[in-house]
């Protein structure tokens, strides 16, 4: 392990919005001597508000907070238009395609471009305000001018994920009850097309009624179908559609977007944000967290369909007025130096991404940043899962040149933003630790009934006061919102949110995330429910039991491990080769490639408590061959573990 602490560099430091340890504390003492004050001072100075809100925050129906009561706003006045006395041909977004082909849109062009989506989406198609618009996209500017057109016209949009199969894609439709879809033809990857209108056309197939149409961005130009009086052309449309948009007046509390995460049960939750309290936080943490200054150029590498995308690809960098790199393909395509490349021609300075990337960067080409100029560079980002420390060090020292603060950004789709993460040029920081809970974020490390955990143990990670860009609801479960997220911990006699993570914090206060203490696994970045893949497993005609558990890996951080129990093992399967390969082609068509199990192995039984309930601890114990220090006499069948253990050693795994 390595214990030294990284102090921020002088320069850095003396320049940086937050410069010291002392202005951080300063500013967390007046979030909690005046909560309300606080962000009233930062709804004043970060929001353009089209009219003012009456009051801060109503905790009168908890856990349904609210935020900035009766203000009124429009996010993409917020965004652009703000920005187009002062920076109108400025680089809004530079756009980099995975064949090298590039774009740089100016705010003025963005403006245009929003408004004329916009048009579209409300003249031809007669989109209004709270219609639901589901966006299965790939990575270029129309996603962004989407997403954008919908918070002009005070539509909701859901962006699912270009991996997500047809199945997990009308699932998510028919949940929002979607009046449109705005896709692609298809993208690149690689170096080579792929398609994803045909997916949009097998989800609707059965279902998704409300569904009215269908918006195609041509892209790759491939052929595909194009059903009558339902599918139209983006690229067709657009060009007649005035670039002059009236900004619906929406309020501070209504629905700007749903997007779909996993849970602990099998089916997704679609998580609402809201639109002041969201956008206001976006923009802080882009310029706190990231320390953003009026030339910078930002790239973060995440995907529009992550929250990671939606909150610092578009809406923060947007709304702090900043320069946006957003690119199509992967970071090792054509080689390791991809990435690298791009920060040196665009001068990149700050740089946000997920520590698998890291990891497999590290791998591919450890010395290929010195090949570089990467001079630019002034904050290193990572987020969505723990970073390893020997990856933390090659990033600190190879990409950063040992000058670059690295922030260790902890935060989730249910938080809208950044809540705990270093400040560059403030704090000291500890290696693949995520340190403190920036200013005005009561996040805790906690026991389920509010004390505080002994330092140096695994606690509950909660946030004990509401902020801003919460979460509100559960689209269409509000139930489901309250038991999820409010009924593990309380604190001073009130639920708190509970993240799901456990954490640890040490004898100065520093948090390390210790990793999800749910049924939820971390696979590079992405979070997946073992109750969802276990559902789509169950699919398999042959397929009895199923238990999905995490393993660790070296490259992903978590793999995904399946034992199953056939109803029939003389049921006449060919080869285990066979079962794994017909399994993951089950997965891949209910979930998405993403799910895909890298280990799955034929057990004669799972290990249950005499009622029932699947032991995943000694599962998880098995897959990482750990010794199982859990009493197994109370099992059912105590002898299944042995068998369980065998059944490991034959497979292999
Ligand atoms: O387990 C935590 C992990 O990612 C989860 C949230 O996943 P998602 O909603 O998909 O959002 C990912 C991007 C914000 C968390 O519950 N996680 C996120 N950031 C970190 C992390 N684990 C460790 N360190 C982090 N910095």
């Keep these: 392990m390595l214990e030294e602490k990284y102090y921020p560099d002088r320069k850095l430091a003396k320049d940086a919005r937050i410069r010291n340890m002392c202005e951080y504390r300063e500013l967390m003492e007046w979030a909690k001597e005046d909560y309300e004050g606080f962000w009233d001072h930062w709804a004043k100075e970060k929001i353009e508000w089209i009219s003012p809100y009456s009051k801060v925050l109503d905790e009168s129906d908890a856990p349904f907070y609210k935020w900035f009561i009766d203000g009124k706003l429009n996010v993409t006045q917020q965004c652009i ?27 003025l062009e963005l403006y245009r471009n929003v408004n004329r989506m916009a048009n579209l989406l409300r003249n031809e198609f007669g ?18 001018y989407a997403m954008l057109a919908c918070a002009r016209l005070g539509a909701i949009h859901s962006v699912v994920f270009g991996g997500f199969s047809a199945e997990a ?3 998510r439709i028919e949940d929002a009850g979607a009046k449109v879809v705005i896709t692609a033809d298809g993208a690149f990857r690689k170096g080579k097309p792929y398609m994803l209108k045909p997916v949009v056309d097998e989800a609707l197939k059965n ?5 009215e149409k269908v918006l195609v961005v041509q892209r790759n130009f491939a052929d595909i179908a194009w059903i009558g009086a339902r599918d139209y052309s983006y690229n067709e449309l657009v060009v007649s559609q005035p670039d002059e948009c009236e900004a619906e007046t929406m309020d501070s509390e209504d629905p700007l ?5 996993s849970g602990s049960t099998g089916k997704p939750k679609g998580v609402q944000h809201s639109q002041a309290g969201y956008i206001l936080w976006a923009q802080m943490t882009m310029e706190w967290v990231f320390d953003l200054k009026e030339n910078d150029t930002f790239w973060c590498t995440a995907d529009i369909g992550w929250i990671t995308g939606h909150t610092y690809i578009v809406y923060g960098p947007l709304a702090a007025g900043a320069t946006t790199v957003m690119f199509e393909g992967v970071p090792t395509y054509p080689d390791a130096g991809r990435a690298w490349k791009m920060v040196e021609e665009y001068r990149i300075n700050q740089f946000y991404t997920a520590p698998t990337a890291i990891r497999v960067l590290h791998k591919l080409g450890e010395s290929e940043p010195q090949k570089y100029n990467l001079s630019s560079l002034r904050v290193l980002g990572t987020v969505g899962e723990p970073i390893d420390p020997p990856a933390w060090k090659w990033y600190y020292e190879s990409v950063g040149g040992g000058r670059c603060s690295i922030v260790d950004t902890w935060w989730q789709t249910e938080t809208g933003g950044h809540m705990i993460s270093p400040l560059p040029g403030a704090t000291p920081i500890k290696p693949a630790c995520a340190t403190f809970p920036l200013p005005g974020i009561m996040a805790e490390v906690i026991e389920p009934d509010g004390s505080p955990v002994k330092s140096g143990e695994q606690g509950l990670l909660c946030i004990t006061r509401p902020w801003p860009s919460m979460i509100r609801t559960i689209w269409g479960d509000p139930e489901r919102f309250a038991k999820s997220y409010f009924s593990d911990a ?4 009130r639920a708190v949110y509970f993240s799901g993570d456990g954490a640890v914090v040490d004898d100065e206060g520093y948090i390390t995330i210790t990793g999800r203490v749910d049924d939820v696994i971390n696979v590079s970045g992405h ?6 893949i276990e559902s789509a497993i169950k699919k398999h005609p042959h397929v009895a039991e199923v238990a999905v558990v995490g393993k660790p ?18 049921s006449g399967l060919g080869e285990e080769v066979e079962l794994n390969r017909e399994i993951n082609d089950v997965i891949a068509g209910e979930i998405g490639n993403i799910a895909k199990a890298d280990s799955i192995v034929v057990v004669p039984g799972l290990p249950k408590t005499r009622s029932g309930k699947v032991m995943r601890r000694i599962l998880r114990a098995i897959a990482k061959k750990e010794p199982i220090t859990q009493d197994i006499s109370t099992l059912e069948d105590p002898s299944i573990v042995g068998k369980i253990e065998n059944a490991l050693k034959c497979s292999g795994c």
């Design 169 to 171: 894609l009308r699932d």
């Design 553 to 570: 890996d070296e490259l992903k951080g978590e793999s995904i491990f399946a034992y199953i129990v056939l109803k029939d093992t003389e």
């Design 490 to 493: 309380v604190k001073d006699g």
């Design 207 to 211: 279902g998704c009624e409300s569904v």
């Design 81 to 107: 238009d703000r920005h187009i006395e002062i920076r109108k041909n400025k680089a809004a977004i530079i756009f980099e395609g995975d064949r090298g082909d590039k774009q740089i849109i100016t705010y």
């Design 127 to 144: 989109v209004q305000k709270g219609d639901r618009v589901v966006l299965y996209m790939p990575m270029i500017p129309e996603a962004a």
């Design 527 to 532: 979070r997946m429910g073992t109750a969802e």
């Design 257 to 261: 977007f749903l997007l779909y995460t």
